[in-house]
């Protein structure tokens, strides 16, 4: 329900900027001086709703064993958006159309992005679980997958791959966790208590 409700409230204010930022731009109800005002305060509840809504997403049981775990693709993804958005809104500001005032919700996604990204870092949001028959990898998403829905587990070159009955596969850098020789050994002990050692392929 918190997480429904982080997400909800996320794109709620979202929708008001695009709202009122349309207003401002096609009619006069809104002054410029206002504006200035409006999108301060919802700006600055976007970036603490999105940080609100990582730290509900990665929520697990209170007990759980968490391996931090923060991979290069996750910054690579993250650093994709923030400059997408980033030269949208550069180009916006410098049209001489009447968009370029659009150009505040670009950088402002953008600069959310590094936000959440570093609050992901900073408070360990970033983690792979392994939750009662669970295997839980929070990154720029939560993946989770039941040991019951495992048909392989392959590990190679620093890769683990879960590959699921419906061949969708979970893939995770082992190489990049510091706590590898931890997680190797939960995971070893996990395998055993789900019965899935026979479906674990040697690499």
Same mark, same amino acid.
């Given at each position: 329900?918190? /997480?429904?409700?982080?997400?909800?409230?996320?794109?709620?204010? *979202?929708?008001?900027?695009?709202?009122?930022?349309?207003?401002?731009?096609?009619?006069?109800?809104?002054?410029?001086?206002?504006?200035?005002?409006?999108?301060?305060? *919802?700006?600055?509840?976007?970036?603490?709703?999105?940080?609100?809504?990582?730290?509900?997403?990665?929520?697990?049981?209170?007990?759980?064993?968490?391996?931090?775990?923060?991979?290069?693709?996750?910054?690579?993804?993250?650093?994709?958006?923030?400059?997408?958005?980033?030269?949208?809104?550069?180009?916006?500001?410098?049209?001489?159309?009447?968009?370029?005032?659009?150009?505040? *919700?670009?950088?402002?996604?953008?600069?959310?992005?590094?936000?959440?990204?570093?609050?992901?870092? *900073?408070?360990?949001?970033?983690?792979?679980?392994?939750?009662?028959?669970?295997?839980?990898? /929070?990154?720029?998403?939560?993946?989770?997958?039941?040991?019951?829905?495992?048909?392989?587990?392959?590990?190679?070159?620093?890769?683990?791959?879960?590959?699921?009955?419906?061949?969708?596969?979970?893939?995770?850098?082992?190489?990049?966790?510091?706590?590898?020789?931890?997680?190797?050994?939960?995971?070893?002990?996990?395998?055993?208590?789900?019965?899935? /050692?026979?479906?674990?392929?040697?690499?």
């Amino acid at each position: 329900m918190n /997480s429904l409700f982080s997400i909800l409230l996320k794109n709620i204010i *979202l929708l008001a900027l695009i709202c009122i930022s349309l207003i401002f731009v096609f009619t006069q109800y809104i002054g410029y001086k206002e504006v200035r005002f409006i999108f301060i305060g *919802l700006g600055i509840l976007y970036v603490l709703s999105a940080c609100y809504e990582a730290y509900n997403l990665s929520q697990v049981k209170k007990d759980t064993v968490k391996f931090i775990y923060f991979p290069d693709g996750l910054v690579a993804k993250r650093a994709i958006k923030v400059i997408s958005f980033t030269c949208i809104g550069v180009l916006m500001y410098y049209s001489r159309s009447i968009i370029k005032y659009m150009a505040f *919700l670009c950088f402002l996604i953008a600069f959310t992005e590094i936000a959440v990204t570093i609050w992901r870092k *900073l408070k360990g949001l970033c983690f792979v679980a392994l939750e009662d028959d669970k295997l839980i990898i /929070s990154t720029n998403k939560i993946d989770t997958t039941s040991a019951i829905e495992i048909s392989k587990i392959e590990a190679r070159h620093g890769l683990m791959y879960f590959i699921n009955y419906n061949k969708k596969a979970i893939t995770l850098r082992t190489d990049m966790m510091k706590q590898n020789a931890e997680f190797k050994s939960a995971l070893e002990k996990w395998i055993i208590k789900n019965n899935l /050692s026979e479906k674990v392929v040697a690499g």
